[in-house]
């Protein structure tokens, strides 16, 4: 029974581990401007796929091909794996000479250097939201 119990827990953490709900993302009034679906595909407000992200980090147009990687401490990297900028661990967004671009607040607000709301988010993961609003990767 104790086996049994501790197979179904590591079961159950494993599916919460995978489990990830489509989010939208939205534009500084509101409008819908896309989404990224649960497998990490990027969509346009169209629902045109854009791209996608992998559970990897990497980043691919919708061609398939490598446009960049997000690494697991936050650096965003280009198609030549060039650091292009960094999320911090409080949702600061850095560019390559490691000033300040934007934020991602934690109720996925999304703001520009200067603290104006430029979108939202959701609960997309902060280093996919942003390579969708300051790395201009798509």
Excluded: C, E, W
């Excluded at 990830?20 to 990224?36: C, F």
């Amino acid at each position: 029974m104790k086996k049994l119990i501790h197979l179904l827990l590591i079961f159950i953490l494993v599916l919460t581990a995978f489990s990830v709900n489509a989010q939208s993302y939205y534009g500084s009034n509101g409008q819908n401007i896309g989404k990224i679906d649960n497998d990490g595909t990027i969509r346009n407000s169209n629902g045109a796929s854009i791209g996608k992200i992998t559970t990897d980090g990497i980043i691919r147009n919708s061609n398939g091909a490598q446009i960049g990687k997000i690494d697991s401490d936050g650096t965003i990297r280009d198609r030549n794996n060039s650091s292009i900028g960094k999320v911090d661990s409080d949702g600061t967004v850095r560019d390559k000479y490691n000033a300040t671009i934007g934020r991602i607040d934690k109720d996925g607000t999304v703001r520009n250097a200067n603290g104006a709301q430029i979108g939202r988010v959701g609960s997309i993961n902060p280093k996919f939201a942003a390579v969708i609003f300051f790395m201009n990767l798509f």
